[in-house]
């Protein structure tokens, strides 16, 4: 839910409190009431209403290691029970790549993603975009190239029906390029999609992106309706030992319950990242009672994405792990 949004609906609480305590005086006075001097209704607050996406992440092993084709993420999606689809473009460039991402290519993984998801009745939602370019590349002419190469995705995800793509800020190291830098890319990108009518959404994705404070400078600078966040539970680690975004253990990791607090008035999506699960089936790296709270008190509502990232499980245990905590706390039917 927008910031604005959420402001709105604490204002819509607030007035009715102020009526209710109106008309509880008038009574306690005993003055006759007219019909013209009764009080308004109460104004309804918006139900929260959550339903489950599927990451087509969470199926990464399967695609890459057992053969699955990708374009079953739907038939695979719908048999667990979820009801959105957030696709990965990486897991479809090996045919992409040999066609130079071609428009036939691309239009061509359109039509058969559409024709999937119309088969088993799922929404779609999102393109996680990936190895398209840094956006927040210190030099302008790369960056500029990174924000062109992300163009077909876009156009891709207008064409499916999505409502956004997932984009990373990798580039710069240095604190005083990466804010500019982000900004500059992000506002680009924003800018195209805008006249697509697609948001450009940000994930805490290591670096300096998983320092909210610093990613939510950013959001605030690009000032654009349709630049936003995806606020991931599992993704702040901030510094790692060899200094790669992803390939070694995590030596500084930002607070995950401030982030996650710290995200939401600008998230579009959410993504419920898990690892491991006890044996009452909680997660064991996050404590997702808490997490829930937090977007359910930010006012979100809508999407919530299953991103299982596990390997003590195998991926469709994870899925289904992960699924059955979220049914429980957001009170959904299994």
Same mark, same amino acid.
């Given at each position: 839910?927008?910031?604005?949004?959420?402001?709105?609906?604490?204002?819509?609480?607030?007035?009715?409190?102020?009526?209710?305590?109106?008309?509880?005086?008038?009574? !306690? &006075?005993?003055?006759?009431?007219?019909?013209?001097?009764?009080?308004? #209704?109460?104004?309804?607050?918006?139900?929260?209403?959550?339903?489950? !996406?599927?990451?087509?992440?969470?199926?990464?092993?399967?695609?890459? /290691?057992?053969?699955?084709?990708?374009?079953?993420?739907? /038939? &695979?999606?719908?048999?667990?029970?979820?009801?959105?689809?957030?696709?990965?473009?990486?897991?479809?460039?090996?045919?992409?790549?040999?066609?130079?991402?071609?428009?036939?290519? =691309?239009?061509?993984?359109?039509?058969?993603?559409?024709?999937?998801?119309?088969?088993?009745?799922? #929404?779609?939602?999102?393109?996680?975009?990936?190895?398209?370019?840094?956006?927040?590349?210190?030099?302008?002419?790369?960056?500029?190239?990174?924000?062109?190469?992300?163009?077909?995705?876009?156009?891709?995800?207008?064409?499916?029906? @999505?409502?956004?793509?997932?984009?990373?800020? =990798?580039?710069?190291?240095?604190?005083?390029?990466?804010?500019?830098?982000?900004?500059?890319?992000? !506002?680009?990108?924003?800018?195209?999609?805008?006249?697509?009518?697609?948001?450009?959404?940000? #994930?805490?994705?290591?670096?300096?992106?998983?320092?909210?404070? =610093?990613?939510?400078?950013?959001?605030?600078?690009?000032?654009?309706?349709?630049?936003?966040?995806?606020?991931?539970?599992?993704?702040?680690?901030?510094?790692?030992?060899?200094?790669?975004?992803?390939?070694?253990? @995590?030596?500084?990791?930002?607070?995950?319950?401030?982030?996650?607090?710290?995200?939401?008035?600008?998230?579009?999506?959410?993504?419920?990242?898990?690892?491991?699960?006890?044996?009452?089936?909680?997660?064991?790296?996050?404590?997702?009672?808490?997490?829930?709270?937090?977007?359910?008190?930010?006012?979100?509502?809508?999407?919530?994405?299953?991103?299982?990232?596990?390997?003590?499980?195998?991926?469709?245990?994870?899925?289904?792990?992960?699924?059955?905590?979220?049914?429980?706390?957001?009170?959904?039917?299994?």
């Amino acid at each position: 839910m927008k910031r604005r949004n959420f402001i709105q609906n604490g204002a819509q609480a607030g007035i009715a409190v102020s009526l209710l305590g109106a008309y509880a005086c008038k009574q !306690s &006075k005993k003055k006759e009431i007219t019909d013209t001097e009764m009080p308004e #209704e109460t104004p309804a607050i918006p139900e929260q209403i959550f339903k489950l !996406s599927l990451a087509q992440w969470s199926i990464h092993r399967m695609i890459r /290691e057992e053969g699955l084709d990708p374009y079953q993420f739907a /038939e &695979k999606a719908k048999g667990w029970g979820f009801s959105g689809l957030e696709y990965v473009s990486q897991l479809y460039e090996d045919e992409l790549k040999a066609a130079d991402f071609s428009k036939e290519a =691309m239009d061509k993984f359109v039509e058969k993603s559409k024709a999937e998801s119309e088969k088993h009745g799922l #929404e779609n939602l999102i393109i996680m975009i990936d190895h398209e370019g840094d956006l927040s590349a210190a030099d302008e002419t790369e960056r500029k190239a990174a924000v062109e190469n992300h163009f077909k995705w876009v156009d891709a995800a207008a064409a499916l029906g @999505c409502h956004s793509v997932r984009v990373n800020l =990798m580039g710069s190291k240095i604190a005083e390029e990466w804010t500019p830098a982000s900004i500059d890319g992000l !506002s680009q990108l924003s800018s195209y999609a805008k006249d697509k009518n697609i948001n450009v959404i940000v #994930e805490n994705h290591g670096g300096f992106s998983s320092d909210a404070t =610093m990613l939510v400078e950013v959001i605030e600078k690009v000032n654009l309706p349709n630049c936003g966040t995806l606020p991931d539970f599992g993704n702040f680690c901030t510094k790692r030992e060899d200094g790669s975004y992803f390939d070694t253990a @995590c030596i500084e990791e930002y607070d995950r319950y401030k982030g996650i607090s710290e995200l939401m008035p600008y998230a579009k999506a959410v993504s419920a990242k898990s690892h491991d699960f006890d044996d009452q089936g909680n997660e064991t790296h996050t404590d997702y009672e808490r997490m829930i709270k937090i977007i359910k008190d930010a006012g979100y509502s809508g999407y919530v994405g299953v991103e299982y990232e596990g390997d003590q499980l195998s991926e469709e245990e994870g899925i289904i792990a992960t699924k059955n905590l979220l049914n429980k706390l957001l009170d959904l039917s299994a």
